[in-house]
């Protein structure tokens, strides 16, 4: 009897992991794709730093070459606690992507927050993938 627990238990673990990897069940004209939103801060040193011009600058040159299928860009605002632990509220530049299918799009995501890390002197640049449903 003490060995149905655990196998029960691995059982259970095994079927709740496949329903976080298996791709949504989508709607008719829909097909399932995955998202992603890249959160860009604008400060530079603690102080308003990234203007429009130099994000619009950025989106240009490069994540437009790497995502040449659109995307959207949102403002917004948020707070997080940087490297020394102290409240850091600044305004954002929020990126929607439709992500093309294929293991490449993860290093292209990746490449674009090492750039705007770079670029602006940020620490980071939040990102959240999700799976989707996506009709054109």
């Avoid at 860009?40 to 619009?56: E, H, L, T, Y």
Wanted: net charge positive; with cysteine.
């Amino acid at each position: 009897m003490t060995r149905s627990v655990p196998i029960a238990v691995l059982l259970a673990a095994l079927a709740l992991a496949g329903c976080a990897t298996s791709p949504p069940h989508c709607p008719v004209g829909q097909e399932p794709m995955r998202t992603a939103q890249l959160f860009f801060g604008q400060n530079i040193g603690g102080k308003p730093g990234v203007s429009n011009a130099d994000f619009r600058k950025f989106v240009d040159e490069e994540l437009t070459p790497r995502f040449p299928n659109g995307l959207t860009v949102m403002e917004g605002g948020g707070q997080w606690k940087g490297e020394e632990n102290k409240l850091i509220r600044e305004a954002a530049k929020v990126i929607v992507l439709v992500l093309p299918n294929g293991p490449e799009a993860n290093r292209k995501l990746e490449d674009v927050r090492k750039a705007y890390k770079a670029r602006f002197h940020q620490e980071s640049v939040l990102l959240v993938t999700q799976p989707a449903c996506v009709g054109f």
